[in-house]
T-cell receptor, first 112, second 114 residues
Framework: QKEVEQDPGPLSVPEGAIVSLNCTYS??????FMWYRQYSRKGPELLMY????GNKEDGRFTAQVDKSSKYISLFIRDSQPSDSATYLC????????????FGKGTSLLVTP | KAGVTQTPRYLIKTRGQQVTLSCSPI?????VSWYQQTPGQGLQFLFE???????NKGNFPGRFSGRQFSNSRSEMNVSTLELGDSALYLC?????????????FGPGTRLTVL
C-alpha cells in the first residue's frame, strides 16, 4: 500500500462548480502538505503549501489538512476550463529527508 | 528569471543501453532533486543533490545514479536500461536542501525504452 492515496478520477465538472480533491495518507510523520497542478506535457507546478493542520486560502483555492484523520483536501471555487489538469497531492517530513511523497494524481476536466 | 531546463526533452533507447539526462536549475538554486513519473507508480523520488553531494536517495536500484556540478547543474544516469525504465524524468530545483516550499519542476525528459 502506498503511503499516499489519491483517487485518479477522471473528475468532470461544469464551469463555475466547486471542485473537491482529496488525499489520504498513512505516515503520521508527514508535516508539510502540498498540492501541485500538472498540465499535459508539463512539469508539476506548486499551487498550495501547508505546514501541519489547518486551512490555507489563495484566491479560488483552499487547502485543508486534518492530521488527526490523515486527510487533506483542495477546494477550487468557480472552476474554469483552464483549471483542467491533473492535480497531485504531495507530503513530506523529516523521516524521509524531506523528499516528496506524491499521490498518483486526479485528472480534472472543467467543461464550458 | 529562467525556469528549470531539462535536456533532451525526448529520448528513445533500447534495452541494455545507458542514458544520461541533464538538468539546469534556476539561477541561484543549489539543490536539485530527480523524480520518475509513470502511469502505474506516479511520481517517485530518485535522489537529491545539494552542493555537489547526494543528501537523500529514494528506493531505486543502483543502475540509477546522479551527480551535481559546481555550477549546480545536475545529470542523472541510468545504466543497463530496462523496459520498465520508460517514464517521464523530472528534475526540480530549490534554493536550499529540503526546501519543498520553493521547489520548481522542469518540463521533464520523456524516456522510451524499446
Amino acid at each position: 500500500q502506498k503511503e499516499v492515496e489519491q483517487d485518479p478520477g477522471p473528475l468532470s465538472v461544469p464551469e463555475g462548480a466547486i471542485v473537491s480533491l482529496n488525499c489520504t495518507y498513512s505516515n503520521s510523520a508527514f508535516q508539510y502538505f502540498m498540492w501541485y497542478r500538472q498540465y499535459s506535457r508539463k512539469g508539476p507546478e506548486l499551487l498550495m503549501y501547508t505546514y501541519s493542520s489547518g486551512n490555507k486560502e489563495d484566491g479560488r483555492f483552499t487547502a485543508q489538512v486534518d492530521k488527526s484523520s490523515k486527510y487533506i483536501s483542495l477546494f477550487i471555487r468557480d472552476s474554469q476550463p483552464s483549471d483542467s489538469a491533473t492535480y497531485l497531492c504531495a507530503m513530506t517530513g523529516p523521516d524521509s529527508g524531506y523528499a516528496l511523497n506524491f499521490g498518483k494524481g486526479t485528472s480534472l476536466l472543467v467543461t464550458p | 528569471k529562467a525556469g528549470v531546463t531539462q535536456t533532451p526533452r525526448y529520448l528513445i533507447k533500447t534495452r541494455g543501453q545507458q542514458v544520461t539526462l541533464s538538468c539546469s536549475p534556476i539561477s541561484g538554486h543549489r539543490s536539485v532533486s530527480w523524480y520518475q513519473q509513470t502511469p502505474g507508480q506516479g511520481l517517485q523520488f530518485l535522489f537529491e543533490y545539494f552542493s555537489e553531494t547526494q543528501r537523500n536517495k529514494g528506493n531505486f536500484p543502483g543502475r540509477f545514479s546522479g551527480r551535481q556540478f559546481s555550477n549546480s547543474r545536475s545529470e542523472m544516469n541510468v545504466s543497463t536500461l530496462e523496459l520498465g525504465d520508460s517514464a517521464l524524468y523530472l528534475c526540480a530545483s530549490s534554493p536550499g536542501a529540503g526546501r519543498t516550499d520553493t521547489q520548481y519542476f522542469g518540463p521533464g525528459t520523456r524516456l522510451t525504452v524499446l
